[in-house]
């Protein structure tokens, strides 16, 4: 239980977030958005009268506003995540964002059985197959709810019904399971339990700082690699644009466009599968990187309380940690711009679809490794320790 903002009688509260793609819902007629409301319905009923308040509108305020602020909160209100995957769901750059900030700080808060993957329509490469998508990856270890054919079945059908009712009482265990009680701080519980789960084989601090050291220097030889294809890709399309605009004025009409468009689709075919490979290879090193960097982070207040001497190395650190965030920042709004200019290009022709839906999914990988990197800030921020401007 924990007590109301009001300070009045406790209760037990609890919220979530339904993340879905928009256009999916309109294809399904408004099922997704209504399944929710099922979802509420049935929670209400298992709980006595207990309201589970769901934020299902990217267009409203509150979703923009509220769901990262609550999650930021360190899971001090039970919140659930469900993501209802569809092949448009791993295509969504908002959506892989969302998902990947909560299965971040789900796993380190301990909080796994909050996020609750709801699969609506098979998806490539999960659960069981061999995909590259470390998103994907990632969900396996979660345990998620099969709808692949409920989502065929009438609302009003028993066989719905019941797979309603299963989705509300895996929310009600999950509730009960978080254990929170009036007056605990959870972060210190939290980073106990972790520090006595480890096992003999589990790696301690020092084999974490190791392997993200390790992995920064792989992690840029990457991204100067990453950078490279995609000048390269720069290039083929530049010059693509001004081939067919010499064959409209020299009057060679469609045929002639359609020409050199699948030539440029052959060329970028090996540029694009590379930066999907290497945005792959990225990830992985960036989780190291990120492990490592995070308990750096989070043991610097405890360091410098005990050694004020270490502040200056301490300081030293965040400063580079910043300056390679912004950088980071400053190359992601041209990726973006990258990613949001795929989209029309697909239309043009379907020998442009393959290569340009692997760069997407490469440069949003892409994308996801920035946001790791603003939360390294974001810690920093929250750590206490004060640093000057300066270098020196």
Request: hydrophobic residues 35%.
């Given at each position: 239980?924990?007590?109301?903002?009001?300070g009045?009688?406790?209760?037990?509260?609890?919220?979530?977030?339904?993340?879905?793609?928009?256009?999916?819902?309109?294809?399904?007629?408004?099922?997704?958005?209504?399944?929710?409301?099922?979802?509420?319905?049935?929670?209400?009923l298992?709980?006595?009268?207990?309201?589970?308040?769901?934020?299902?509108?990217?267009?409203?305020?509150?979703?923009?506003?509220?769901?990262?602020?609550?999650?930021?909160?360190?899971?001090?209100?039970?919140?659930?995540?469900?993501?209802?995957?569809?092949?448009?769901y791993?295509?969504?750059?908002?959506?892989?964002?969302?998902?990947?900030e909560f299965?971040?700080?789900a796993k380190?808060?301990g909080?796994?059985?909050?996020?609750?993957?709801?699969l609506?329509?098979?998806?490539?490469?999960?659960?069981?197959?061999?995909?590259?998508?470390?998103?994907?990856?990632?969900?396996?270890?979660?345990?998620?709810e099969?709808?692949?054919?409920?989502?065929?079945?009438d609302p009003?059908?028993?066989?719905?019904?019941?797979?309603?009712?299963?989705?509300?009482?895996?929310?009600?265990?999950?509730?009960?399971?978080?254990?929170?009680?009036?007056?605990?701080?959870?972060?210190?519980?939290?980073?106990?339990?972790?520090?006595e789960?480890?096992?003999?084989?589990?790696p301690?601090?020092?084999?974490?700082?190791?392997?993200?050291?390790?992995a920064?220097?792989?992690?840029?030889d990457i991204?100067r690699?990453?950078?490279?294809?995609i000048?390269l890709?720069?290039?083929?399309?530049?010059?693509?644009t001004?081939?067919?605009?010499?064959?409209?004025?020299?009057?060679?009409?469609?045929?002639?466009?359609?020409?050199t468009?699948?030539?440029?689709?052959?060329q970028?075919?090996?540029?694009?599968?590379?930066?999907?490979?290497?945005?792959?290879?990225?990830?992985?090193?960036?989780?190291?990187?990120?492990?490592?960097?995070?308990?750096?982070?989070?043991?610097?207040?405890?360091?410098?309380?005990?050694?004020?001497?270490s502040?200056?190395?301490?300081?030293?650190?965040?400063?580079?940690?910043?300056?390679?965030?912004?950088?980071?920042?400053?190359?992601?709004?041209?990726?973006?711009?990258?990613?949001?200019?795929?989209?029309?290009l697909?239309?043009?022709?379907?020998?442009?679809?393959?290569?340009?839906?692997?760069?997407?999914?490469?440069?949003?990988?892409?994308?996801?490794?920035?946001?790791v990197?603003?939360?390294?800030?974001?810690?920093?921020?929250?750590?206490?320790?004060?640093?000057?401007?300066?270098?020196?």
């Amino acid at each position: 239980m924990i007590r109301s903002e009001t300070g009045g009688e406790e209760h037990h509260y609890s919220r979530g977030f339904w993340s879905y793609v928009r256009r999916d819902d309109e294809i399904e007629g408004g099922r997704i958005s209504a399944l929710a409301a099922l979802v509420q319905d049935q929670y209400e009923l298992l709980t006595g009268g207990e309201k589970l308040p769901l934020f299902l509108d990217r267009d409203a305020i509150e979703w923009g506003q509220h769901w990262k602020t609550v999650i930021d909160k360190s899971l001090a209100s039970t919140t659930f995540f469900i993501p209802v995957l569809t092949p448009a769901y791993f295509e969504s750059p908002e959506c892989r964002r969302e998902l990947q900030e909560f299965i971040r700080k789900a796993k380190r808060l301990g909080y796994e059985d909050l996020l609750m993957p709801l699969l609506y329509v098979n998806v490539p490469g999960f659960p069981n197959e061999l995909s590259q998508d470390p998103l994907i990856r990632s969900l396996r270890q979660f345990q998620y709810e099969d709808w692949t054919e409920l989502s065929l079945a009438d609302p009003s059908s028993p066989q719905h019904r019941k797979g309603v009712r299963r989705l509300a009482l895996r929310l009600r265990q999950a509730n009960q399971d978080a254990g929170l009680a009036e007056g605990v701080s959870t972060t210190p519980q939290i980073d106990l339990r972790l520090e006595e789960g480890m096992t003999n084989d589990s790696p301690g601090l020092l084999d974490r700082l190791a392997k993200a050291e390790e992995a920064l220097p792989k992690s840029n030889d990457i991204l100067r690699l990453i950078s490279q294809d995609i000048n390269l890709i720069g290039q083929i399309m530049t010059e693509g644009t001004a081939c067919i605009k010499r064959a409209d004025q020299q009057g060679k009409g469609f045929a002639a466009r359609l020409v050199t468009v699948r030539r440029v689709a052959s060329q970028l075919d090996c540029p694009t599968q590379r930066i999907w490979e290497w945005s792959n290879e990225y990830a992985s090193h960036l989780h190291d990187i990120n492990t490592g960097f995070r308990d750096l982070i989070e043991r610097a207040p405890a360091e410098v309380q005990e050694n004020p001497d270490s502040q200056a190395g301490f300081c030293d650190f965040f400063r580079s940690v910043t300056r390679v965030s912004a950088a980071a920042s400053a190359a992601l709004e041209s990726i973006q711009k990258m990613i949001d200019a795929c989209a029309p290009l697909k239309g043009m022709s379907r020998d442009l679809r393959p290569p340009l839906r692997r760069l997407e999914k490469g440069l949003t990988i892409m994308v996801e490794g920035g946001q790791v990197m603003n939360e390294w800030v974001q810690l920093i921020q929250a750590s206490g320790i004060i640093c000057s401007e300066t270098d020196d």
